[in-house]
Structures are given as structure tokens and as C-alpha cells.
């Protein structure tokens, strides 16, 4: 789940409609066009943290291809049952 403490937009969607995140990830792509989990042209820019939205800065980014992008949030969808089913959190 997304913690998105806010900014000078309403919602995390609304930041990733904006012109302001259109503009950071062409640039994030320009820099970064191949996926790094595969090789393969990158088409995501992906927030490894939520931590600094509207401030991403490099390392919170990661190039994906649209195949890549949908594992990952698979994976990070299953590490989060995982950590509330230990946690007990979500009972």
C-alpha cells in the first residue's frame, strides 16, 4: 500500500497524471533507457521508496519495462501478505 503523505497534489494518481511527473520521468527514461531488470527499453519509471514523491531524486527510481513493472508489483504485493500475515497485521 502507498503512504502518500501529500504535497501540492491530492493523491498519489493525481502526482502521476501530472506534468510534473511527466516531465521527471522522461528525463529519469533519457537517462535511464534500458529496464533494469531485463535490458529491455524501458517504458516505467518505477519509486523503489514513497519516501520523497514529488522529490524523487535517482535512486529512488528504477527504469522498467511494462513486463517488469508488473512482476515487481506482484512481488512487492506478496512480500506485503507476507509481512502482515508474520505481523499479524490485517487479522
Not at 502526482?15 to 517504458?43: H, Q, V
Not at 516505467?44 to 508489483?73: G, P, S
Amino acid at each position: 500500500m502507498i503512504k502518500y503523505s501529500g504535497g501540492i497534489f491530492d493523491s498519489y494518481q493525481e502526482y502521476l497524471a501530472s506534468w510534473l511527473w511527466e516531465e521527471k520521468r522522461d528525463e529519469f527514461l533519457r537517462i535511464r533507457p534500458n529496464c533494469e531488470m531485463c535490458g529491455k527499453k524501458a517504458t516505467l519509471a518505477h519509486h523503489k521508496t514513497y519516501e520523497n514523491v514529488e522529490n524523487e531524486r535517482l535512486k529512488d527510481l528504477m527504469a522498467l519495462c511494462h513486463n517488469c513493472h508488473k512482476k515487481t508489483h506482484k512481488k512487492e504485493e506478496k512480500e506485503d501478505v507476507d509481512i502482515k500475515t508474520i505481523t499479524g497485521e490485517g487479522l
